[in-house]
């Protein structure tokens, strides 16, 4: 597996069909996921005598409880070491999702089970299975069911070996796609991911859970260790609980027996039946502890914390209850299922997705095994310990771990965030928008600064398409601070996606481009009088249907605001920004509808700007926000990372963009809507928009229709 993503990574070739196969790898993985989950639940609780689940149950659950909550703290605990690093990204659709509504019934109760299955709803199946295996429990012929269970589950699990022979081709395909994507800023956070689980699977597998045990139990902290050293060299070797959980059965039945039966003698209220109880445990514990969303799987939640702060954004308390109450139902089952609606708790970009899978692959995967192996040790000998009575707490073990190791781990993970800091981390959002060219076509093209010549009006009764032949060149006004769709990139050079749609026009009309710098204000005039054919896009207001005559739709922009990352939270619904009185919003000329802020802005400030660059300056800072078009939005914060983007919920309606035109001239009108539709057809539009709107680099090798230029 390693190989194939060592391969893939370096690989500069792009097959044909590697999209394909590792989409298919990804869902083959899937595949056996729920299937597996609930009949691994049914089958562990329904062996379980319904006496003895009662009796230990209460214990079990308090033990397992403890742990969890000391695992996930340290979680919690770790981002402590992600270094202050500038961050911001392209746009994309995580950009305008607003948060979920978060309804734990609908989650949780599965009111049609099938529904929970198709839907790949975790939660849900876990308490369905949970019930079904409670019930068989009580049930009276239940040993014929779970053969039967049992031989299907070992087909899921023959099933899902079979895939796994896939992984190194699975996986290749995977980093193919991830190199060709994955940019040097994008690995160095994927270093801090990996180094700072490393040091957070370290600290809890040899430091703090063995610890803990060797103090409120009789066994010793290298007794615990030896139990699970070979388990643990085996499982970080092959990066599979799974496989080891034979292995730690029969280790800790060692541990337990040889503990339990060098105390008996000094301690005869230990039973017989106590022994025989304790030592059945770990054939119990390590099963279903395979299932449960703990150990190695709760490294998941830290690469969503990691996510999250690397593509810039702040974390509200709500969103970190919303992360453990639903998040951790999601880890019943495997931790690449769970990951795209971890990743959407939050709000993450799911591009994410591919590194989490490099990550995983590469390194934490084997962390991952690592930490399940002794947090499941761990789990059986203190339940173990409780069950034949030999809690002992030892008050200077006790003392001396419950001071240092919170020191320890604090020191550790600023140790880590100082060390990060030093790293030679280069920001380069700026630079991968400012540097872009054009992908399609190239066209001829003129640019003037102002509207020249205004007072040589040409012939009225001639029509657009006739005067744009005659001229040898189509006549088109942008708008200044137009980002993404109009700008200069670092070579001087005007370029972007309304740029580049104008040039496929161009070349589809066989003549040349003349760019004319304009003012919103004078689009009409200038396009009205024919000196312009038409504007780049503007968003298809009342106010500019009054104005101007505009062609179909090219694309959408959902509004959203720019504010600074600290602000983020004043602006999550808008019925509270309405209602604020001490707020002031910027919004840009082209956003701008005295009869919409009239509607709904009744409290609060707003004002009008020529251009989004003024809100950045020092002497606009008592503006809050800028309300303004998503992907414009994400595009302004990659040139100030200190800024983030903001979609209040609910969510709203987007607004389209179109481009104005000459008026009074029905066959151009005509044209343009054929034309647009076409483009729109032959996926031209959503390629460029992939790549100027959404930063991405769309593998054209599959597509020939077009040569690059």
Same mark, same amino acid.
């Given at each position: 597996?390693?190989?194939?993503?060592?391969?893939?990574?370096?690989?500069?070739?792009?097959?044909?069909?590697?999209?394909?196969?590792?989409?298919?790898?990804?869902?083959?993985?899937?595949?056996?996921?729920?299937?597996?989950?609930?009949?691994?639940?049914?089958?562990?609780?329904?062996?379980?005598?319904?006496?003895?689940?009662?009796?230990?149950?209460?214990?079990?659950?308090?033990?397992?409880?403890?742990?969890?909550?000391?695992?996930?703290?340290?979680?919690?605990?770790?981002?402590?070491?992600?270094?202050?690093?500038?961050?911001?990204?392209?746009?994309?659709?995580?950009?305008?999702?607003?948060?979920?509504?978060?309804?734990?019934?609908?989650?949780?109760?599965?009111?049609?089970?099938?529904?929970?299955?198709?839907?790949?709803?975790?939660?849900?199946?876990?308490?369905?299975?949970?019930?079904?295996?409670?019930?068989?429990?009580?049930?009276?012929?239940?040993?014929?069911?779970?053969?039967?269970?049992?031989?299907?589950?070992?087909?899921?699990?023959?099933?899902?070996?079979?895939?796994?022979?896939?992984?190194?081709?699975?996986?290749?395909?995977?980093?193919?796609?991830?190199?060709?994507?994955?940019?040097?800023?994008?690995?160095?956070?994927?270093?801090?991911?990996?180094?700072?689980?490393?040091?957070?699977?370290?600290?809890?597998? %040899?430091? #703090?859970? *063995?610890? !803990? &045990?060797?103090?409120?139990?009789? $066994?010793? @902290?290298?007794?615990?260790?030896?139990? +699970?050293?070979?388990?643990?060299?085996?499982?970080?070797?092959?990066?599979?609980? %799974?496989? #080891?959980? *034979?292995? !730690? &059965?029969?280790?800790?039945?060692? $541990?337990? @027996?040889?503990?339990?039966?060098?105390? +008996?003698?000094?301690?005869?209220?230990?039973?017989?039946?106590?022994?025989?109880?304790?030592?059945?445990? *770990?054939? !119990?514990?390590?099963?279903?502890?395979?299932?449960?969303?703990?150990?190695?799987?709760?490294?998941?939640?830290?690469?969503?914390?990691?996510?999250?702060?690397?593509?810039?954004?702040?974390?509200?308390?709500?969103?970190?209850?919303?992360?453990?109450?639903?998040?951790?139902?999601?880890?019943?089952?495997?931790?690449?299922?769970?990951?795209?609606?971890?990743?959407?708790?939050?709000?993450?970009?799911?591009?994410?997705?591919?590194?989490?899978?490099?990550?995983?692959?590469?390194?934490?995967?084997?962390?991952?095994?690592?930490?399940?192996?002794?947090?499941?040790?761990?789990?059986?000998?203190?339940?173990?310990?409780?069950?034949?009575?030999?809690?002992?707490?030892?008050?200077?073990?006790?003392?001396?771990?419950?001071?240092?190791?919170?020191?320890?781990?604090?020191?550790?993970?600023?140790?880590?965030?100082?060390?990060?800091?030093?790293?030679?981390?280069?920001?380069?959002?700026?630079?991968?928008?400012?540097?872009?060219?054009?992908?399609?076509?190239?066209?001829?093209?003129?640019?003037?600064?102002?509207?020249?010549?205004?007072?040589?009006?040409?012939?009225?009764?001639?029509?657009?398409?006739?005067?744009?032949?005659?001229?040898?060149?189509?006549?088109?006004?942008?708008?200044?601070?137009?980002?993404?769709?109009?700008?200069?990139?670092?070579?001087?050079?005007?370029?972007?996606?309304?740029?580049?749609?104008?040039?496929?026009?161009?070349?589809?009309?066989?003549?040349?481009?003349?760019?004319?710098?304009?003012?919103?204000?004078?689009?009409?005039?200038?396009?009205?009088?024919?000196?312009?054919?038409?504007?780049?896009?503007?968003?298809?207001?009342?106010?500019?249907?009054?104005?101007?005559?505009?062609?179909?739709?090219?694309?959408?922009?959902?509004?959203?605001?720019?504010?600074?990352?600290?602000?983020?939270?004043?602006?999550?619904?808008?019925?509270?920004?309405?209602?604020?009185?001490?707020?002031?919003?910027?919004?840009?000329?082209?956003?701008?509808?005295?009869?919409?802020?009239?509607?709904?802005?009744?409290?609060?400030?707003?004002?009008?700007?020529?251009?989004?660059?003024?809100?950045?300056?020092?002497?606009?800072?008592?503006?809050?926000?800028?309300?303004?078009?998503?992907?414009?939005?994400?595009?302004?914060?990659?040139?100030?990372?200190?800024?983030?983007?903001?979609?209040?919920?609910?969510?709203?309606?987007?607004?389209?963009?179109?481009?104005?035109?000459?008026?009074?001239?029905?066959?151009?009108?005509?044209?343009?809507?054929?034309?647009?539709?076409?483009?729109?057809?032959?996926?031209?539009?959503?390629?460029?928009?992939?790549?100027?709107?959404?930063?991405?680099?769309?593998?054209?090798?599959?597509?020939?229709?077009?040569?690059?230029?």
């Amino acid at each position: 597996m390693l190989i194939g993503l060592t391969i893939g990574a370096i690989s500069s070739t792009v097959f044909t069909g590697v999209d394909e196969i590792a989409n298919a790898f990804v869902m083959l993985l899937q595949m056996t996921a729920l299937p597996y989950i609930a009949l691994s639940l049914i089958i562990g609780i329904g062996n379980l005598s319904p006496k003895k689940v009662s009796s230990g149950f209460k214990q079990t659950l308090v033990i397992l409880t403890a742990m969890l909550t000391l695992v996930l703290v340290y979680i919690l605990l770790a981002p402590i070491a992600f270094p202050d690093w500038k961050s911001a990204d392209f746009y994309s659709l995580n950009t305008i999702k607003t948060s979920q509504e978060f309804d734990l019934i609908s989650l949780f109760i599965p009111s049609n089970p099938f529904h929970s299955f198709a839907h790949g709803l975790i939660p849900s199946v876990v308490l369905f299975s949970i019930l079904v295996g409670v019930g068989l429990m009580q049930a009276k012929a239940k040993k014929q069911a779970l053969l039967a269970l049992t031989g299907l589950n070992n087909a899921i699990i023959n099933v899902s070996n079979m895939v796994m022979r896939l992984a190194p081709l699975g996986v290749f395909c995977i980093a193919l796609r991830a190199a060709a994507t994955v940019n040097s800023e994008q690995i160095d956070g994927l270093l801090v991911y990996i180094v700072t689980a490393g040091v957070l699977v370290f600290l809890l597998s %040899f430091l #703090v859970l *063995p610890a !803990i &045990v060797a103090t409120i139990t009789v $066994l010793g @902290y290298r007794q615990i260790i030896k139990a +699970s050293r070979e388990a643990m060299i085996t499982a970080f070797a092959t990066g599979s609980f %799974f496989i #080891v959980i *034979p292995l !730690i &059965v029969e280790k800790t039945k060692q $541990l337990i @027996y040889e503990v339990t039966a060098q105390n +008996s003698a000094s301690k005869p209220t230990i039973s017989a039946e106590q022994i025989v109880d304790a030592i059945r445990v *770990p054939s !119990i514990i390590v099963p279903i502890s395979f299932s449960l969303p703990v150990g190695g799987k709760l490294l998941a939640l830290l690469f969503v914390l990691f996510a999250a702060w690397f593509s810039g954004s702040q974390i509200s308390l709500d969103q970190y209850l919303n992360l453990l109450v639903a998040g951790l139902p999601q880890l019943f089952g495997s931790s690449s299922v769970a990951m795209p609606n971890l990743l959407e708790l939050l709000n993450v970009p799911s591009s994410f997705f591919e590194l989490f899978l490099v990550a995983e692959n590469l390194i934490v995967g084997r962390f991952s095994a690592l930490l399940s192996v002794i947090f499941s040790s761990c789990l059986v000998l203190l339940i173990a310990t409780n069950i034949t009575q030999q809690f002992t707490l030892k008050w200077r073990s006790f003392t001396k771990y419950l001071i240092i190791l919170p020191i320890i781990s604090v020191i550790t993970f600023l140790t880590l965030r100082i060390t990060f800091d030093n790293i030679s981390y280069q920001y380069q959002g700026y630079s991968k928008f400012i540097e872009r060219d054009f992908i399609l076509l190239d066209v001829e093209a003129k640019v003037l600064p102002e509207p020249e010549n205004i007072e040589v009006m040409p012939d009225s009764s001639v029509d657009v398409l006739t005067r744009i032949e005659q001229r040898g060149f189509i006549r088109v006004g942008y708008f200044r601070d137009d980002l993404p769709y109009a700008f200069h990139n670092s070579d001087g050079k005007l370029v972007g996606f309304d740029i580049e749609i104008i040039n496929l026009l161009a070349d589809d009309l066989g003549v040349g481009i003349e760019f004319v710098r304009i003012f919103h204000e004078q689009a009409k005039t200038l396009l009205s009088s024919g000196y312009l054919d038409m504007t780049t896009g503007i968003p298809v207001l009342p106010s500019n249907m009054k104005e101007l005559t505009l062609t179909i739709p090219y694309t959408t922009q959902t509004v959203a605001f720019i504010v600074k990352e600290e602000k983020r939270s004043e602006f999550t619904n808008w019925k509270n920004i309405f209602k604020r009185d001490d707020v002031i919003i910027g919004i840009p000329e082209l956003f701008y509808s005295e009869n919409l802020i009239k509607r709904y802005f009744k409290h609060g400030k707003v004002w009008e700007i020529s251009t989004p660059r003024l809100f950045f300056k020092e002497q606009y800072q008592h503006i809050d926000a800028m309300l303004f078009g998503a992907p414009t939005a994400s595009a302004w914060t990659l040139l100030h990372p200190e800024y983030t983007v903001v979609a209040p919920s609910p969510a709203q309606p987007p607004l389209s963009m179109a481009f104005a035109i000459n008026n009074e001239d029905n066959a151009f009108e005509l044209f343009m809507r054929n034309w647009i539709t076409m483009k729109k057809n032959n996926n031209d539009i959503n390629r460029l928009f992939d790549y100027w709107v959404a930063g991405k680099n769309p593998d054209f090798l599959s597509n020939n229709l077009i040569e690059l230029k």
